[in-house]
C-alpha cells in the first residue's frame, strides 16, 4: 500500500527549497515521507521538522527517514500551530517550507479511511483520528442548509442543493454509514448527462473532507506563521490540488510581495517600504506529461514558491 504512493512533482519541490547541507527545513505536511526523505537525503548537517496528525503516516515515515538520516523531528500536530511548536522546540527562524496540501495515495486507497468514492469504507475523512468529527457526523446530523453551503462552498458543486436534499431525505429512512451508500445518494440527486465526463461525488467528497478537517479555515493562519519564520533568502513551496486552496495561495503569496500602495510606481522607493517578499513562480508549476502518465492523481496539483528578501 504505501509503495504506492508517489510524492508530486517531487524534483520541483526539492529544487524550489533551494537546499544546501545546514538548511532547517519544515515539512508541514509529512504524509508518507516522500518530499521529507528527499530534503534529509540532502541537509545532512541540517536538519527537519516535520509536521502531521495522521497515525499511520507518522509510524510509516518515522522508519523511512531513519533509513536516511537521524536529524529529524516528527511532530505530532496540525500545521496551524506550527509557530507554537517550532518555538518549544527553541526554533526561531527556517530556511525552507514545504505544504503538500494533498490527500496522500494511502490514504485514498486504505478502505478503513473513507476518502474515496471509489471503495466502499464506512464514513470517516478524518485526518487526525482522535477527533470527534467525521464525515458520518457532517452527513448524517447537518441541517439541509449547511450541507448545501458546504457542498456549493467547498466543492463548488452546482447542484448542491439537490444533493443536500437527497441526503436528508435519505437519512429520515435510516442513517448514511458508508461510502458507497453516500455515492448512490448522490448520483440519484444529479441528472445522468452530467456523471459521464466525471465522477458526481467528487466535488462532495472533497467538501466533506474539507469540512471535517478545517483545510481551508488554517491554511492561511499556517503561512502567515511560516512566513514570520522565513530567514532572508529562505523559502516557502506550496502544492496544491484544488481551486479553493490555490486562490488562498495565490491571493496571499500576492499581498506579501506587493509594495506599500503610497508609493507604488514611484522612483526610489525607502527600503522600508518595499515588499519583504518576492514570487519565485510567477505562474503555478505544474505536472509535466511524463509525471501524469506515471501519476494521474497529480493532474490537479500547482506549486508555487515565495522567497523572503529582506
Known amino acids: ?36 526523505s528527499n530534503i534529509l537525503e540532502r541537509i545532512d548537517k541540517g536538519y527537519l521538522f516535520a509536521f502531521d496528525q495522521d497515525s499511520e503516516a507518522i509510524r510509516h515515515s518515522t522508519d523511512r527517514l531513519s533509513k536516511v538520516g537521524t536529524n529529524f523531528t516528527i511532530i505530532p500536530s496540525n500545521f496551524v500551530h506550527l509557530k507554537e511548536e517550532l518555538e518549544k522546540r527553541g526554533v526561531s527562524s527556517v530556511d525552507g517550507f514545504l505544504f503538500d496540501l494533498g490527500v496522500s495515495s494511502p490514504q485514498l486507497d486504505q478502505d478503513d479511511r473513507g476518502f474515496s468514492y ?8 478524518r485526518m487526525d483520528r482522535s477527533q470527534k468529527l467525521s464525515a458520518y457526523e457532517v452527513v448524517n446530523e447537518y441541517s439541509k442548509e449547511d450541507l448545501a453551503r458546504i457542498f456549493f462552498q467547498y466543492g463548488e458543486d452546482k447542484f448542491a442543493n439537490n444533493i443536500a436534499k437527497k441526503i436528508v431525505e435519505y437519512r429520515s429512512l ?13 448520483k440519484s440527486a444529479v441528472p445522468m448527462k452530467f456523471r459521464i465526463d466525471k465522477h458526481p461525488a467528487r466535488q462532495i467528497f472533497q467538501a466533506i473532507r474539507i469540512e471535517v478537517n478545517h483545510e ?14 522565513l530567514r532572508v533568502g529562505g523559502r516557502c513551496s506550496v502544492i496544491t490540488f484544488h481551486s479553493l486552496e490555490d486562490r488562498i495561495v495565490k491571493k496571499f503569496f500576492k499581498e506579501k510581495c506587493e509594495e506599500d500602495p503610497k508609493w507604488k510606481g514611484m522612483p526610489n522607493v525607502p527600503v522600508q517600504y518595499l515588499p519583504d517578499f518576492r514570487l519565485v513562480t510567477q505562474k503555478a508549476i505544474v505536472p509535466g506529461e511524463e509525471e501524469l502518465l506515471q501519476n494521474p492523481r497529480a493532474r490537479s496539483a500547482k506549486l508555487r514558491v515565495i522567497e523572503r528578501i529582506k
Do not use: F
Not at 118 to 125: E, I, N, Q, S, T
Not at 174 to 186: N, R
Open 1 to 36: 500500500m504505501m509503495e504506492k504512493h508517489i510524492s508530486v512533482l517531487l524534483n520541483e519541490t526539492i529544487s524550489s527549497l533551494n537546499l544546501n547541507e545546514n538548511s532547517v527545513i519544515v515539512d508541514a505536511t509529512l504524509g508518507y515521507g516522500g518530499h521529507s
Open 118 to 125: 471509489h471503495h466502499d469504507a464506512m464514513l470517516d475523512m
Open 174 to 186: 435510516k442513517p448514511i454509514e458508508s461510502t458507497l451508500e453516500l455515492v448512490e445518494v448522490i
Open 216 to 229: 481551508l479555515d488554517v491554511l492561511e493562519p499556517a503561512l502567515e506563521q511560516a512566513l514570520s519564520m
